[in-house]
T-cell receptor
């Protein structure tokens, strides 16, 4: 299957600093990527849809100024958590869909564990 | 908008018991349906998927799911669970069109005692 690589896999940062998470599609081009957030023992919540060459579409309740998304190329989307606070500590996962003959399937990055201290 | 409901929050079974986890979705158009598993401390793994065709889908590790269109359901089943099946199970759906995200249910925690 297609490979989505996410970096870093974990990061610890101080409160007030910004953190950038990268999501790359390694063997396919992704015009659209998706960013999710998963709190402990909870489900994946869609944060935003990242569109190559245009602005991201954010889900209701997600602050676009806090979670900056840039999709500069067909293989890279970045999520920057600006002025991070402890409540931003979470597991962030990116995903890209691949269109096949039968339908589309989502492939997920390995996730980034963010801890804000 | 799509939504997914998983009715069982926590299921506790003994080894060799049969498993059925409920999943219902709401969306009026053509959908793709998925079940994912997340073992403790690990990342999501795809168990099985339905795009079209035979509504009974077989996945990895002995799991299967049946798509019943009239009921908007995609329940996951396994005839005989093992201790190693202890994990979090997520049902997910997306519209069969480009640019749409996968929407997840809240998940079901399965605990299997040996």
């Amino acid at each position: 299957g297609a490979v989505v690589s996410q970096h870093p896999s974990w990061v610890i940062c101080k409160s007030g600093t910004s953190v950038k998470i990268e999501c790359r599609s390694l063997d396919f081009q992704a015009t659209t990527m998706f960013w999710y957030r998963q709190f402990p023992k909870q489900s994946l919540m869609l944060m935003a849809t990242s569109n190559e060459g245009s602005k991201a579409t954010y889900e209701q309740g997600v602050e676009k100024d806090k979670f900056l998304i840039n999709h500069a190329s067909l293989t890279l989307s970045t999520l920057t958590v600006t002025s991070a606070h402890p409540e931003d500590s979470s597991f962030y996962i990116c995903s890209a869909r691949v269109q096949g003959l039968a339908g589309t399937e989502a492939f997920f990055g390995q996730g980034t564990r963010l801890t804000v201290v | 908008a799509q939504s997914v409901s998983q009715h069982n929050h926590h299921v506790i079974l003994s080894e060799a018991a049969s498993l059925e986890l409920g999943c219902n979705y709401s969306y009026g158009g053509t959908v793709n349906l998925f079940w994912y598993v997340q073992y403790p401390g690990q990342h999501l793994q795809l168990l099985l998927k339905y795009f079209s065709g035979d509504p009974l889908v077989k996945g990895i590790k002995g799991f299967e799911a049946e798509f019943i269109k009239s009921k908007f359901s995609f329940n996951l089943r396994k005839p005989s669970v093992q201790w190693s099946d202890t994990a979090e199970y997520f049902c997910a759906v997306n519209a069969n069109q480009a640019g749409t995200a996968l929407i997840f249910g809240k998940g079901t925690t399965l605990s299997v005692s040996s």
